[in-house]
């Protein structure tokens, strides 16, 4: 069954139960099959069963805001990040306000003694509520307001906790303060000494600070991403007949001639057409160093020309730019959610009642039993349960568990993203993090990828004949060494003959008919069933080039063998660094290859791999992964094309080369630059971006496990801790604060300098 998604905006959400109650509503939907809700970005993903109408984007807008959250159709990135830099100065501003008045609430609650009377009053106590009141209600206006919202549709999240908190610390409060006036009070309440108009106050000043850190701390999270989004450029200049045009990058068609003068920014993907300029690629890939791009090079949006001008001619429209893919792998990959993630959200959906019941459980116990459980406590059997409720309620907001994951993954596949290394979701962070095997294909993965024909030796005919009619026979193929003799068939500037019915033998080669007679090109083992004599040394021959690391490719017509081409590979600069990190981090390397035994033994000597299995077809790779899975997780890093069986086979599946369609559907993580190295820093990247999610996950329950006891006082009687209000919200925003600067420290990851230079 085909199934549809739809995305939406998603405003108000503060803690991991706002995330369980917008997927528990929209989950509930008819033809609704999978909801992912992201905190960090505000975004929620509906997977839907048939095509997306009107009336379901209705329906499901209309249900979000039922439980109190604003939903809307996703504007783009750039303008939600300006609104929500918008949102952050006016939080800034709620801030200051909350602590202006919430620190001469403390200084009249706490550090005043007497004041004098009011009438009837304590003039002390009644400036305390006046000033704690606007805190109360202008500045804590939205959490009471999402609150009521959240509970008249039966769901509890912070805003519940934040509104039933404070409310309680001023109503009881200001009922002390106003009892000389309130005859019909109980004698208790007019005889209590201790008010928590400070408490009140802090509370909402906290959260409100701690809502503000979080929310620039977002910001700072998605960075990267956005970082990327602000390469693209919203104009080109187009070559007509007249001159040059400036027109809307939506508005260019494959194949236009552009002009992009030094020092600005490559608008689409294209090929230089002419001149020649040096590009800085590292907004895309991390490189440090240009590049010098040549007629014929293909130049990617968002690289910039520092020193001609050069004259492109575009390969793809504005949404299918290796840029726009870059975006769209990123953007994915952060609406992702680990299984321990997702069991965080089902606790948080019943988090907020089971708080709220435990935090009566203890006011109650401490109501009727404060006398013999503290005896010697200044404050009366209300006040503390009064205190304990405040404190239970606001401590316990499930903030730092909603942001444990989701901040350290936008973070994280920024950050990737940055360095071109792009991770298609957390289930391939998770698996990167247990590597225990890596497989390496040879051509393109360890060697280069560009193999050149480096002789040609004659048995038969002559040079010609055996260029033209191999390169003939290679048309239909991509592997790079087919790339090899159409070169060498370029260069010699002949026409080709007509080859008919060519049909390709996977590992072996292909064969085909030319004036009703047979011809072939391929390997040794190709040429064996297609001729029967052949030259008694010719083993020995192939043997010899294969152990030099030469791959030799025979060719046939008819019951003649022509000869044969010499192909040679040079290995990346980076590979035997990369081999030697990856055997460092304990992890065992093996190279699969469909090459000969003596040419992979000749690579895997020069890049320090001795575990090598060659002479395998492309679709019996994916055999020998799985036999590898039989002992632990299994990463397969191949070029994305003959590779794709392996790579979707593999527990992580790793491409070299993001231009590759095929690279980017089969594969978990794809790199941009086409470098071993890369692959070493992506599972780099993984473990430390699970490093962080594990730390916030187990600061987020600690900080529970710790607060919650020290807040209902169970720990009172033998200690004496008792957590006033004000610090119960202080700690509670210190905690989600923490999650999100833990999964910071992300920003300054970087994949070595040193192995991206070939050295360990």
């Known amino acids: 069954m085909k199934e549809h998604q739809l995305s939406l905006s998603v405003t108000g959400m503060t803690c991991a139960a706002c995330v369980a109650s917008v997927e528990k509503v929209l989950g509930e939907l008819s033809g609704v099959t999978n909801v992912s809700v992201n905190l960090p970005l505000e975004k929620a993903v509906i997977t839907l069963d048939e095509a997306i109408g009107d009336d379901d984007r209705a329906r499901c807008i209309a249900a979000v805001q039922g439980v109190g959250f ?226 014929g090079d293909s130049v990617s949006a968002g690289t910039v020309v520092m020193d001609a001008t050069l004259m492109v001619r575009t390969t793809a429209l504005v949404n299918d730019t290796m840029l726009a893919n870059v975006i769209r792998l990123v953007d994915e990959a952060q609406m992702g959610k680990a299984p321990i993630q997702r069991l965080v959200d089902r606790i948080a959906g019943v988090f907020v009642p089971v708080v709220v019941v ?161 011809v072939a090109v391929g390997n040794l083992d190709l040429v064996n069933e297609l001729l029967t004599d052949l030259p008694d040394d010719l083993d020995e021959q192939v043997a010899k080039r294969a152990r030099r690391g030469v791959t030799v490719v025979l060719v046939v017509q008819g019951q003649r063998l022509l000869g044969w081409l010499e192909v040679s590979d040079r290995i990346r600069e980076t590979s035997q660094a990369a081999v030697k990190r990856l055997k460092q981090a304990g992890i065992d390397v093996v190279m699969l290859t469909g090459d000969r035994e003596e040419v992979a033994q000749s690579v895997g000597d020069a890049v320090g791999i001795t575990n090598i299995v060659a002479g395998v077809k492309p679709d019996e790779k994916a055999e020998h992964i799985q036999r590898l899975q039989e002992n632990g997780v299994v990463a397969m890093i191949g070029d994305g094309i003959n590779d794709a069986a392996a790579l979707s086979v593999a527990n992580v599946g790793i491409a070299m080369g993001a231009g590759s369609e095929i690279a980017l559907e089969s594969a978990d993580i794809v790199l941009v630059r086409n470098d071993l190295a890369d692959a070493v820093a992506a599972l780099e990247l993984g473990r430390a971006t699970m490093t962080r999610i594990r730390t916030n996950l187990a600061w987020a329950f600690v900080y529970n496990i710790i607060g919650l006891p020290l807040a209902m006082g169970l720990l009172f009687p033998w200690t004496g801790w008792l957590l006033p209000p004000a610090f119960a919200a202080a700690a509670m925003s210190l905690s989600s604060v923490s999650v999100v600067s833990n999964s910071l420290v992300l920003r300054w990851w970087q994949p070595s300098a040193k192995l991206r230079a070939g050295d360990v």
């Open 358 to 518: 435990a935090a009566l459980i203890a006011a109650a116990a401490w109501l009727f039993w404060a006398d013999s459980l503290a005896p010697n406590s200044a404050m009366s059997s209300s006040e503390m349960a009064v205190m304990v409720l405040v404190s239970t309620l606001v401590i316990a907001c499930p903030c730092a568990l909603g942001l444990a994951t989701p901040t350290a993954l936008v973070v994280g596949t920024g950050r990737g993203a940055r360095y071109g290394l792009l991770i298609k979701g957390i289930e391939a962070l998770e698996q990167a993090h247990a590597t225990s095997t890596i497989v390496l294909d040879k051509t393109g993965t360890i060697t280069a990828g560009s193999p050149r024909v480096s002789h040609i030796e004659l048995m038969e005919g002559d040079v010609q004949e055996l260029v033209c009619l191999a390169s003939s026979l290679e048309a239909e193929s991509t592997h790079p060494i087919a790339s090899a003799v159409h070169t060498a068939w370029e260069n010699m500037g002949y026409g080709r003959p007509a080859v008919d019915d060519v049909r390709t033998f996977p590992g072996l080669g292909l064969v085909g008919t030319m004036d009703g007679e047979a």
């Open 70 to 295: 604003g939903a809307g159709e996703l504007v783009p990135a750039l303008e939600t990040r300006r609104n929500n830099e918008e949102k952050v100065a006016a939080q800034r501003r709620q801030v200051v306000l909350a602590f202006t008045l919430a620190i001469p609430v403390f200084v009249l609650s706490m550090m005043v003694d007497d004041l004098g009377r009011l009438g009837s009053l304590d003039l002390r106590l009644t400036l305390a509520m006046l000033t704690a009141l606007p805190v109360y209600a202008y500045c804590g206006a939205a959490f009471h307001r999402h609150a009521w919202t959240s509970m008249r549709q039966g769901t509890a999240n912070m805003d519940v906790l934040v509104h039933l908190g404070t409310t309680v610390a001023m109503a009881w409060s200001s009922l002390v303060t106003l009892s000389p006036v309130l005859e019909f009070l109980p004698a208790f309440v007019g005889q209590a000494e201790h008010v928590f108009f400070d408490g009140a106050a802090f509370i909402i000043a906290f959260v409100l600070l701690g809502n503000y850190l979080e929310a620039k701390a977002k910001l700072k999270a998605t960075d990267a991403v956005h970082g990327l989004m602000r390469l693209q450029p919203k104009e080109a200049w187009v070559v007509v007949e007249e001159g040059t045009v400036a027109t809307p990058v939506e508005q260019i068609p494959r194949g236009t001639l552009l002009k992009v003068r030094a020092g600005e920014t490559v608008p689409l993907d294209g090929l230089v057409e002419d001149s020649t300029a040096l590009m800085d690629e590292s907004m895309m890939t991390g490189e440090s160093f240009p590049v010098r791009k040549h007629e």
